[in-house]
């Protein structure tokens, strides 16, 4: 399933904003988990979430060029 989500200007700006806090935030916990599972877990959500967050950064940059 894929789902558009249509924002903007300033609300892409926050978005791309509170995604860059989320993975400083998910960074630390990484860091200092124990539990192999959740390890696991925030890893893949890192990963979608760092996805995310690039996929925005370049539709801002086009948005910029344009």
Known sequence: MNIELSL???EARELASALDI???EMRS???HTD???YKNDLRRSRDR???VA???DRL???QKAA
């Open 35 to 37: 539990d192999h599972a």
């Open 22 to 24: 989320r993975l400083l």
């Open 29 to 31: 916990e990484l860091a």
């Open 49 to 51: 979430l760092q996805a």
């Open 8 to 10: 903007a200007d300033d």
């Open 60 to 62: 801002l940059a086009s």
């Open 54 to 56: 690039q996929r925005l």
